[in-house]
């Protein structure tokens, strides 16, 4: 079995901060793409970046500048340091790794839980 787990969400005034942690843990062979997606309320979830294994990055247009996503890979970690939020920041942060189980020859996506952030005006 795979697990994502987040940690790290919170309220927070709007200009404020907060570092989103995801660890990967189980029956992992490799994992490849990592990233963060969204979902506010009555919003379709939506992408907020991702990061490959070797480190190339991809961010939304809207958190460009403000947000930066990392990973540790010998840690099967991915963070999210979010700068400068804004109430339009406020969903839902869901985890994603696209990885090989172990004894698996393909790769499929996992999702974590998700950890509510709240950004107040």
């Known amino acids: 079995q795979v697990q994502l787990v987040e940690s790290g969400g919170g309220l927070v005034q709007a200009g404020g901060s907060l570092r989103l942690s995801c660890v990967v843990s189980?029956?992992?062979?490799?994992?490849?793409?990592m990233g963060w997606y969204r979902q506010a309320p009555g919003k379709q979830r939506e992408l907020v970046a991702t990061?490959?294994?070797?480190?190339?990055?991809n961010y939304e247009d809207s958190v460009k500048g403000r947000f930066t996503i990392s990973r540790d890979n010998a840690k099967n970690t991915v963070y999210l340091q979010m700068n400068s939020l804004k109430p339009a920041d406020t969903a839902v942060y869901y985890c994603?790794?696209?990885?090989?189980?172990?004894?698996?020859?393909?790769?499929?996506?996992?999702w974590g839980r998700g950890t509510q952030v709240t950004v107040s005006s």
């Open positions: 994603n790794a696209y990885l090989f189980a172990k004894g698996s020859s393909v790769a499929r996506a996992y």
């Open positions: 189980g029956s992992i062979f490799s994992i490849t793409t």
């Open positions: 990061i490959t294994s070797g480190g190339s990055t």
